[in-house]
């Protein structure tokens, strides 16, 4: 690839990339016209390894597509966030997962590939959300229910301190259906 590939562009090379990341498990079409679900697609794969969520497959973000097929990652598979969390090598001063910086909050009407992977990490923590990339309700819950459980602000809204949570939480294998079923005291 020697030029940006981007939304509104056809041709081969977008259909060759679609290929690719359809490899990686996300619902992306071959039908080589960069529309939303590809744009959706990039920023979610983007999203998961702490890159720069542009949308655009420059030779960075290509590299790190050809890497991940390459090591048989898939963004569908059950340990793949965290996985994508612990590549990003990011740690809270108490030795967490960290993740990158989220860098707006994350609240009902948010749509896209960093909502999608909002979706993912919550269902990595037991929680059974669709991966549509719409913040709508179920996951304003979703987020209301996590904030709820460690005792943060309950607002439903993802911003840095939820965001920090959800990749801890990640990182020590919290899950929200072993967390219900212990017995209180």
């Known amino acids: 690839m020697t030029q940006v590939i981007k939304a509104g562009e056809k041709g081969s090379e977008v259909t060759s990339l679609q290929g690719k990341l359809a490899q990686l498990g996300l619902p992306v079409q071959a039908d080589g016209i960069f529309g939303p679900a590809t744009k959706a697609a990039v920023e979610e794969v983007q999203a998961v390894f702490g890159y720069n969520i542009d949308g655009m497959v420059g030779p960075a973000t290509e590299k790190l597509i050809e890497?991940?097929?390459?090591?048989?990652?898939?963004?569908?598979?059950p340990d793949s966030v965290?996985?994508?969390?612990?590549?990003?090598?990011?740690k809270t001063d108490k030795g967490a997962l960290a993740?990158?910086?989220?860098?707006?909050?994350?609240?009902?009407?948010?749509?896209?590939g960093h909502v999608?992977?909002?979706?993912?990490?919550?269902?990595?923590?037991?929680?059974?959300?669709?991966?549509?990339?719409?913040?709508?309700?179920?996951?304003?819950?979703?987020?209301?229910k996590?904030?709820?459980?460690?005792?943060?602000?309950?607002?439903?809204?993802?911003?840095?301190?939820?965001?920090?949570?959800?990749?801890?939480?990640?990182?020590?294998?919290?899950?929200?259906?072993?967390?219900?079923?212990?017995?209180?005291?």
């Not at 890497?67 to 598979?77: C, E, L, M």
């Not at 993740?99 to 896209?112: P, W």
């Not at 459980?149 to 949570?165: R, S």
């Not at 020590?172 to 072993?178: H, Q």
């Open 67 to 77: 890497s991940q097929i390459s090591s048989g990652f898939r963004v569908d598979k």
């Open 82 to 90: 965290k996985k994508g969390l612990e590549a990003q090598g990011k």
């Open 99 to 112: 993740g990158a910086e989220l860098t707006g909050v994350l609240k009902t009407g948010s749509e896209g």
């Open 116 to 144: 999608r992977y909002l979706q993912r990490r919550l269902n990595a923590l037991g929680f059974q959300l669709p991966i549509d990339g719409k913040f709508g309700s179920e996951t304003e819950q979703t987020v209301k």
């Open 146 to 185: 996590l904030q709820g459980a460690f005792g943060y602000d309950v607002d439903g809204k993802v911003g840095e301190a939820t965001n920090k949570l959800i990749n801890a939480q990640i990182g020590y294998g919290w899950n929200v259906t072993a967390a219900a079923s212990k017995p209180h005291s």
